[in-house]
C-alpha cells in the first residue's frame, strides 16, 4: 500500500508541475519543490511564490480545471492568500464554503473563483491547513447543482512554507 500511495503522490505531483507548464507562453517558473500532494513555486517575472494543489479525482463534470493555492506577493505586501478555481462556475450569489477538519468557512468568489474574505480568514484557513488532513470546498452551481473538491493537505504546510522561503528576498 505504501508503494501505491507514493505512486499516487508522484502523479499528483506531475500533475501540478503540468497544470503550471502547460501554456507554451507562459513566463518560467522555478520549481521550489513537490510535497506530497502539494507544489511550490516562484515566478520571478511578477515576483510572486506560491503553494498549489489539485482537488481529488472526481467523475464529476467540470467546467474548470480546479485547484487550491496559497499565494505570496512581496511586492504588494500580500502574504499567503488563499485562491480556489473551482470545477465550476458558481450560481450567483451561491455559498461557497471551505471545509478544513472541523472548522466552515465562508469564502467569497464569483464564477469560478474563490478567495478568503480578509487577510485574517487567510491566516485562519493556513492555520487551519497546517493541523488537517483535508479540506473540501463546495457551493452550487449555475445550474442550481450542489458540487464539491476535496483536497488532501498532505504536504500543502511544507509547499506554503517553500514558497514563502522562494520569495523572503524579495522586495
Known sequence: MALIGR??????????????????V??????????????????SA?????????PSASRAARTFDPFASVGTWPRRKVRNQLHIR???????????????????????GSGGNAWARDRSMDAAIVAAMRSASRMTVSARDENGR??????????????????????????
Open 86 to 108: 473551482l470545477s465550476r462556475k458558481t450560481a450567483v450569489g451561491s455559498a461557497i464554503t471551505l471545509r478544513i477538519g472541523s472548522r466552515d468557512f465562508a469564502l467569497t
Open 7 to 24: 505512486i499516487r503522490r508522484i502523479g499528483l505531483g506531475a500533475a501540478v508541475l503540468t497544470l503550471l507548464c502547460v501554456p507554451a
Open 46 to 54: 511578477v515576483p510572486r511564490c506560491y503553494a498549489i494543489a489539485k
Open 146 to 171: 450542489s458540487f464539491s473538491n476535496r483536497y488532501n493537505l498532505a504536504g500543502a504546510a511544507t509547499a506554503m512554507d517553500a514558497a514563502t522561503v522562494g520569495c523572503a528576498r524579495i522586495r
Open 26 to 43: 507562459a513566463p518560467a517558473r522555478d520549481s521550489l519543490g513537490v510535497f506530497s500532494d502539494w507544489g511550490a513555486f516562484r515566478d
